[in-house]
């Protein structure tokens, strides 16, 4: 077994003390003929249960499982990123911890890595837990992102991927303070394979995402990526002109022909037309420029609170040749 071909596991957890165990026994259960070292990383994002302590029993058991802990809870994109910072595998696998991402499909994944795949994407069909509205927003996000974007990301793909250690590092390089991790793999371009998977229900607690974390999640893809939106304020501000100019020679034609030209309506229809342009032009460059503020005060895109294998790893360097 050689160190260079370890495998990483990268599972972002916030209040999932309930499925730490479950999914622990599961990726053990399904890894058991990987000829490889693995580690199994669980990011704590802040979590404000017992999550840590779970992860801290299972350490104590297994020295393959870590733990990264986040001062607070940054987002499950800023805690995947965390953990592929941290991570030490040639091959690096993310997942969530409700056990919607089946870790039977691990050795699946690994497969097609070593068939030639730097970037290997799990594409859902079916949610079992998903309502219908939760269906089709995803679907509408995933379609406004491929519109706005340069992101060739199928519908259905989430944060359940692999990604090698070339994919890895290029991420790594960027400077972004709030990153968007499920579209970076795909933003490369590296050599890349999907395979087509059904979650099943939420072992147990509640899904994080709630509606406005979903719209905050979209702001941050379609911003980070892209500025294919600040384009499109400029054309929509051109045609407005256009129109403008369009109904303006079809009053003064009006007039000299001798029809009324409307009045109070015409001009409060334009008003309000135009105004609403601007406000949305405005809006547009504002999350431009808050990315730019951001990016100028250098604010990185999480915060370790500790991370106690660093400490182990210390601790062990500083023992005598008798000691260790």
């Known amino acids: 077994m050689s160190a260079d071909k370890r495998v990483s596991i990268v599972v972002a957890a916030y209040n999932e003390s309930k499925n730490v165990s479950r999914l622990y026994q599961?990726?053990?259960?399904?890894?058991?003929?990987?000829?490889?070292?693995?580690?199994?990383?669980?990011?704590?994002?802040?979590?404000?249960?017992?999550?840590?302590?779970?992860?801290?029993?299972?350490?104590?058991?297994?020295?393959?499982v870590r733990l990264i802990r986040l001062s607070r809870n940054f987002g499950n994109q800023a805690a995947f990123l965390a953990g592929i910072q941290s991570a030490r595998g040639a091959a690096i696998i993310t997942m969530d911890c409700d056990l919607q991402h089946p870790p039977a499909l691990l050795p699946q994944m690994l497969e097609a890595w070593r068939g030639g795949a730097s970037l290997v994407q799990m594409e859902r069909l079916q949610n079992a837990d998903a309502s219908w509205f939760q269906r089709t927003s995803s679907r509408l996000f995933h379609t406004t992102l491929r519109k706005l974007t340069d992101i060739p990301l199928p519908a259905g793909v989430g944060d359940f991927r692999l990604i090698d250690r070339r994919a890895a590092d290029l991420m790594l390089r960027f400077a972004v303070s709030r990153p968007f991790y499920r579209g970076m793999p795909a933003w490369l371009g590296l050599p890349s394979r999907t395979l087509a998977y059904d979650a099943g229900p939420r072992h147990a607690g509640r899904a994080p995402l709630n509606f406005l974390k979903r719209v905050e999640l979209s702001l941050d893809a379609i911003t980070a990526l892209s500025i294919r939106p600040l384009r499109l304020a400029f054309l929509l501000g051109a045609c407005a002109i256009a129109l403008?100019?369009?109904?303006?020679?079809?009053?003064?034609?009006?007039y000299l022909s001798g029809y009324s030209v409307p009045g109070y309506p015409t001009l409060i229809f334009v008003i309000v037309f135009l105004g609403a342009i601007q406000l949305i032009s405005i809006g547009?460059?504002?999350?431009?420029?808050?990315?730019?503020?951001?990016?100028?005060?250098?604010?990185?895109?999480?915060?370790?609170?500790?991370?106690?294998?660093?400490?182990?790893?210390?601790?062990?360097?500083?023992?005598?040749?008798d000691q260790q």
């Open 284 to 321: 547009i460059l504002g999350e431009y420029l808050g990315r730019i503020h951001e990016q100028s005060s250098r604010l990185p895109p999480f915060v370790l609170l500790d991370d106690p294998d660093e400490g182990k790893s210390e601790r062990s360097d500083k023992q005598s040749p």
């Open 26 to 64: 599961e990726i053990r259960q399904h890894m058991s003929a990987e000829p490889n070292p693995i580690e199994i990383i669980f990011v704590d994002d802040g979590s404000r249960d017992d999550t840590a302590g779970r992860v801290l029993d299972l350490r104590n058991q297994d020295p393959c």
């Open 244 to 254: 403008c100019l369009i109904y303006t020679v079809a009053t003064l034609i009006a």
